[in-house]
């Protein structure tokens, strides 16, 4: 499966090379879709084809799905012209919206809500009760652009005094939930920073990627304020019409048995709301406090 990937990112590239997407009235161009890395490339893949499939059917053009080996990977294809749709984290839609001037059309819900939660994780028989419990322990981020990974987990150190550049004897960045969640239970690291859609520990990543009797050895000793939902962005190229086509099909999944279902597998999503740029607000003064720089970490590509 790895190197049909690594065929179907050689390809897309190749042909983002020849000719620049958009819809600039050409309806044979395919339309190209961008999906962030949440948990392992192999498992993303999988589970966008479907969507891919339906999302062809509704706007009648042919979808080419990009699976980005990491979140900078959507930005930078975003920048290069080489995407036309794209699911991104609240973190990599303020870098794309700064590099590429996306424009963001719809954000998740999951049980109702638009926001999620970034918590802090680590075993229960870790011996761990606080943040501060976490000086000179070995810690795992994911992405360095998941909102809920990374950039919401440092501000919610650095609010307690904690700088986990200095005060954490290791850090290590995992590159997806799944990874982080599989490393805090496997005793590779002391704790570290996941999703969680309540403040209860009910439903986590830890709940979603381990069985019940892993899970339960996992505990959330704190939790960030809520983050506005990861979202669906459009490029700037796509015209008004094309732009209201893709809304209303992404909106139509949530509606649908079969699309509520295409969603729930991909990213455990329920169902797609309207969302504003200054939704976001936000994130970007997390990315602030979190003293990270947008530009730099673009340039680590």
């Known amino acids: 499966m790895f190197s049909k990937i690594k065929i179907l990112l050689a390809t897309f590239f190749s ?18 879709v961008g999906f962030i890395p949440s948990e392992n490339m192999e498992e993303v893949a999988k589970n966008a084809q479907p969507l891919v499939e ?12 990009f699976i980005a080996t990491d979140y900078t990977g959507i930005v ?33 819900e999951r049980h109702g809500k638009s926001v999620f939660y970034a918590a802090i994780i680590t075993r229960t028989d870790s011996g761990i009760e606080d943040l501060a419990d976490f000086k000179d322990k070995s810690f795992s981020f994911g992405d360095a652009l998941s909102t809920s990974g990374h950039i919401f987990p440092k501000k919610v150190f650095l609010d307690k005094q904690i700088n986990p550049s200095t005060d954490f004897k290791n850090v290590i960045y995992s590159g997806g939930h799944d990874a982080t969640v599989l490393a805090v239970l496997n005793k590779k690291v002391d704790g570290g920073a996941t999703f969680s859609n309540d403040t209860q520990g009910n439903d986590g990543a830890w709940t979603q990627f381990l069985k019940p009797e892993e899970a339960s050895q996992i505990k959330a000793i704190a939790y960030s304020d809520p983050i506005p939902a990861d ?19 992404f909106v139509d999944l949530g509606k649908t048995v079969e699309g509520k279902k295409l969603i ?12 504003t740029d200054g939704d976001y607000e936000s994130v970007r003064d997390a990315f602030k406090i979190a003293g990270i720089d947008l530009q730099k970490e673009l340039q680590k590509k």
């Open 15 to 32: 042909l983002a090379v020849i000719s620049a997407c958009g819809d600039s009235g050409d309806s044979d161009k395919p339309i190209n």
């Open 54 to 65: 339906m999302l062809s059917k509704d706007l009648g053009r042919e979808v080419q799905p």
């Open 76 to 108: 930078e294809a975003f920048r290069a012209g080489r995407l036309d749709i794209g699911f991104l984290s609240p973190a990599a839609y303020v870098m794309a919206k700064n590099e590429a001037d996306v424009k963001v059309i719809l954000k998740a």
């Open 231 to 249: 979202n669906i962005c459009i490029s700037k190229n796509i015209s008004p019409e094309m732009g209201e086509k893709i809304t209303k099909a």
């Open 264 to 275: 729930q597998t991909l990213y455990r999503i329920d169902a797609f709301v309207p969302a």
